[in-house]
């Protein structure tokens, strides 16, 4: 059979090898302690739950691809009350299956011959360039500029060719936030050179600071930009499989063009639960204080063995400078049992930091500051 070029050279998901890593060490009776992958573990909130038990129908049909009118309401109201966006949940507004699936289909219906995407980076967005046919341009995030990316070293020239600019804000994997001004000009780089700012806001609800992270909906201006958030985080639902995009109504009725043709309209009762999700805020404040309970766990003993904190205090990541040796660290934490993502997970850009994903339960995160203490 003949393969898709875009598979040529590509490796296997990073997270897949550490999977397979760990069922190898779970079968041989290592006791892991997981950080590696950012799935949330913290039960789905009970009355999420119930609501999507009563969505459920005796007579399923096959969902409409636009969503239901009650989440697209649903999410407009939280955006307004979140960002004081006033968004047209009409034009402006659609439901996806998580906010990965949106992600990494977003290049396909775009011209324009690359993709400008972070580095390190959440591997999706260069998978998505290069499943459409596009070419990648980087743009380095460093620790001395607070992991912002340089937008105007970039020639105009460059971003002629450019079909999508990629920012993630609470950043996975560095956790730093974003100041508006980022948005605000790459909106006007996108208005002059006619690309799409696809701000990837998955983290936008786990920070710890006194000051909620700003968002790209935030703008008086939203033509050519796209806004992708998830329930997977926020509300400790990944799961369900729901999220959405919203912005420029131009490109929001391009992607309901589009996604008909690929499957992937959520099903209704999830829907239907997100509706739930969306409208109450006391449940994501408890799982914000969740994931600091846990950070005051581990942070502490980490940098108290020599893993500084490098990153932001946003998502519920550590991004923790291990330098040249992180790698083997990596692995041999993984051999004593502690699951750690190197960066280089993330790119060649993230070599030197490893990624510790706060998800484990508390109980599991004392146990294992008590193990790292040891090991470390």
Known sequence: MRIAAAFTGMQTYPFVRLADAKRRLLAAGVDLIDFGIGEPREQTPAFIREALVAALDPLST??????????????????????????????????????????????????????????????????????????????????????????DAVPGASWRDVAVLWLNYPNNPTAAVAPRSLYERAAELAREHGFVVASDEAYSEIYFGDEPPVSALELADLSGVAVFNTLSKRSSMPGYRSGFVAGDPALIGLLKRYRPNVGVAPQEFIQRAAVAAWSDEAHVEQVRASYCAKRDVLLGVLESHGLRSAGGDATFFLWLDAGPGAEALADRLLADGIVLAPGSFFGPAGAGYLRLALVPPLAECERAAVRLGTLL
């Open 62 to 151: 096959y969902p409409q691809s636009e969503g239901l009118p009650e989440l697209r309401s649903a999410i407009a109201d939280w955006a307004r009350r979140r960002f004081g966006a006033a968004l047209d949940p009409e034009t402006q507004v659609l439901p996806t299956m998580g906010s990965k699936e949106a992600i990494f289909h977003l290049a396909q219906v775009l011209g324009g011959e690359r993709v400008a995407i972070p580095a390190p980076a959440y591997p999706v967005y260069e998978r998505g360039a290069r499943f459409a046919g596009k070419r990648v341009l980087e743009l380095p995030l460093r620790e001395a500029t607070g992991f912002l990316p340089d937008l």
